[in-house]
């Protein structure tokens, strides 16, 4: 942020809803969710540019879950955005209108493999997600979240990320345990096990960092920011986007991920999805070396460059 703020840029990270010190999001499983709904989330975004009296906005960017926001307010209103920037997560569109929603298989031949697996969205949408993680010492959670941010890094050695070919069981078991995981384990058992061996995560969050993720989940639990992946995988929740089917993003867009993150491969053919069909003003896929999933943490410097030189093209 502060070398975007030098190069002239007014710059603003809200948390988002659920996220952080957020108010606005329930944290009962039991209520309705509709308000995490991609459209709700994108009026979030619009609402609070509005109360800032904002009405125009040179370069939207957004990050995993908030790429697909970024993504649909792009797309939505881009007379407001100027042009977009989504990272490690690729955006698809919106719902496709009169597709009959078949049950999906692959949760029955994930269950069958050898080794058993379930996938982890299906897994943050369940009830008992929240209780697995809401951890009940700071210190057993800090051990988890300082675990999770590292198996996503580049620091973790075992990533190795390259695309899928198809939406199969047999090959999203090829992903790592934080996205296809073992049958019968938590996300902290998926994680745990791979704790850092050295401090390399100093450079891009240290423990004084973390210590906020920390004390903030400890807090408020996991509940709320667990309820935008229940939105994601439920087969309704954003059929109201269907309204807007046909429309691409017409801005000029861009695509950064980190070389060992498999956000981009984890659904295949998401990312030529979107460079082929949804944005129609591509400036193109860059990825970062020496970055994981956390691209913008582990390498902030080679991602405000991209930022910049994009936004200085247009």
């Not at 307010?73 to 955006?91: E, N, Q, T």
């Not at 988890?144 to 939406?167: E, G, I, M, V």
Request: with cysteine; glycine share 6%.
């Amino acid at each position: 942020m502060p070398k975007l703020v030098a190069e002239g840029f007014r710059v603003i990270a809200p948390d988002q809803r659920g996220y952080g010190k957020t108010v606005g999001g329930s944290k009962d499983f039991e209520d309705d969710i509709r308000q995490y709904s991609l459209f709700n989330l994108t009026i979030d975004i619009l609402s609070f540019l509005f109360k800032l009296k904002i009405y125009k906005v040179d370069l939207l960017v957004g990050h995993d879950a908030g790429s697909i926001v970024a993504g649909t307010a792009a797309l939505i209103r881009p007379d407001i955005f100027k042009s977009v920037v989504m990272m490690s997560a690729p955006y698809t569109g919106v719902p496709k209108i009169n597709v009959k929603k078949n049950s999906d298989p692959i949760h029955k031949n994930l269950k069958d493999l050898q080794v058993p697996r379930k996938h982890y969205q299906w897994y943050y949408s369940s009830k008992q997600a929240n209780d697995d993680m809401h951890l009940k010492s700071k210190k057993k959670l800090h051990q988890f979240l300082r675990c999770y941010f590292h198996t996503k890094s580049a620091d973790w050695k075992q990533n190795f990320p390259h695309k899928l070919k198809a939406w199969t069981a047999k090959e999203l078991a090829k992903l790592p345990e934080y996205y296809i995981m073992k049958l019968n384990d938590t996300m902290v058992d998926s994680v745990i096990k791979f704790k850092p061996k050295n401090k390399n995560y100093e450079k891009w969050l240290n423990d004084e960092e973390l210590s906020f993720y920390t004390e903030t989940f400890f807090k408020n639990g996991f509940q709320s920011s667990l309820n935008w992946y229940r939105c994601m995988t439920s087969n309704e929740m954003n059929d109201d986007l269907k309204i807007f089917y046909g429309k691409n993003i017409n801005i000029p867009s861009m695509f950064i991920s980190g070389e060992k993150d498999w956000g981009m491969y984890q659904k295949p053919g998401a990312l030529e999805e979107m460079r082929k069909n949804v944005c129609k003003n591509f400036y193109g896929i860059n990825i970062v070396k020496n970055a994981g999933h956390w691209v913008q943490q582990e390498q902030p410097k080679k991602v405000c460059e991209l930022l910049l030189n994009f936004y200085n093209s247009l």
